[in-house]
T-cell receptor
Framework: GAVVSQHPSRVICKSGTSVKIECRSL??????MFWYRQFPKKSLMLMAT?????????EQGVEKDKFLINHASLTLSTLTVTSAHPEDSSFYIC????????????FGAGTRLSVL | AQSVAQPEDQVKVAEGNPLTVKCTYS??????LFWYVQYPNRGLQFLLK??????LVKGSYGFEAEFNKSQTSFHLKKPSALVSDSALYFC???????????????FGRGTSLIVHP
């Protein structure tokens, strides 16, 4: 099946630093990618929709200046958490939608971010 | 607008017994429906989809789901549960026409499946 690579899988950083998370679709093209945040009680929260070559669309309540998204190619999207704070600690998951007709979403393995 | 509901927070079954994880949806047109499974500290894995055609859809790991238009349901099933099936299961719906901003799929809150020996 289709593979989405997300890196790093885990990152620990100091408060105030920035962290970049990469999401790559390995064997398909993805004009559209999604970034989710998953909370301890399991629900997925869609943060933003990333479209190749254009600005990301952020969900209500998500700070676009804090969570910078870049979708520079059909196989790569990055999420940068700027000036991270402890409350940003979470599990971040990216997803890429296959550009074929069916548009199935495939997910990365997630990134556990811990801000000290 | 589209929405999806997973009415059960948790489902417990004994190994070897059949399992059902429920999902109901609401969408203006004909839905695209998906099931995903998530193991601890991992991303979601695609299990199966319904786009059109046969109402009974077979997917990975012996799972299947039945699309019921009249009941607007897409329950996930497996005839004989394994302990290794214990995980978090998400149902998702998408309006293929993308009407009303629903081009983005909506995910349910997830159901935790526990299969005990």
């Amino acid at each position: 099946g289709a593979v989405v690579s997300q890196h790093p899988s885990r990152v620990i950083c100091k408060s105030g630093t920035s962290v970049k998370i990469e999401c790559r679709s390995l064997d398909f093209q993805a004009t559209t990618m999604f970034w989710y945040r998953q909370f301890p009680k399991k629900s997925l929260m869609l943060m933003a929709t990333s479209n190749e070559g254009s600005k990301a669309t952020y969900e209500q309540g998500v700070e676009k200046d804090k969570f910078l998204i870049n979708h520079a190619s059909l196989t790569l999207s990055t999420l940068t958490v700027t000036s991270a704070h402890p409350e940003d600690s979470s599990f971040y998951i990216c997803s890429a939608r296959d550009d074929s007709l069916l548009g199935i979403q495939y997910f990365g393995a997630g990134t556990r971010l811990s801000v000290l | 607008a589209q929405s999806v509901a997973q009415p059960e927070d948790q489902v417990k079954v004994a190994e070897g017994n059949p399992l059902t994880v429920k999902c109901t949806y609401s969408v203006s047109g004909n839905p695209y429906l998906f099931w995903y499974v998530q193991y601890p500290n991992r991303g979601l894995q695609f299990l199966l989809k319904y786009i059109t055609g046969d109402n009974l859809v077979k997917g990975s790991y012996g799972f299947e789901a039945e699309f019921n238009k009249s009941q607007t349901s897409f329950h996930l099933k497996k005839p004989s549960a394994l302990v290794s099936d214990s995980a978090l299961y998400f149902c998702a719906v998408r309006d293929p026409l993308g009407a009303g901003g629903s081009y983005i799929p909506t995910f349910g809150r997830g159901t935790s499946l526990i299969v005990h020996p």
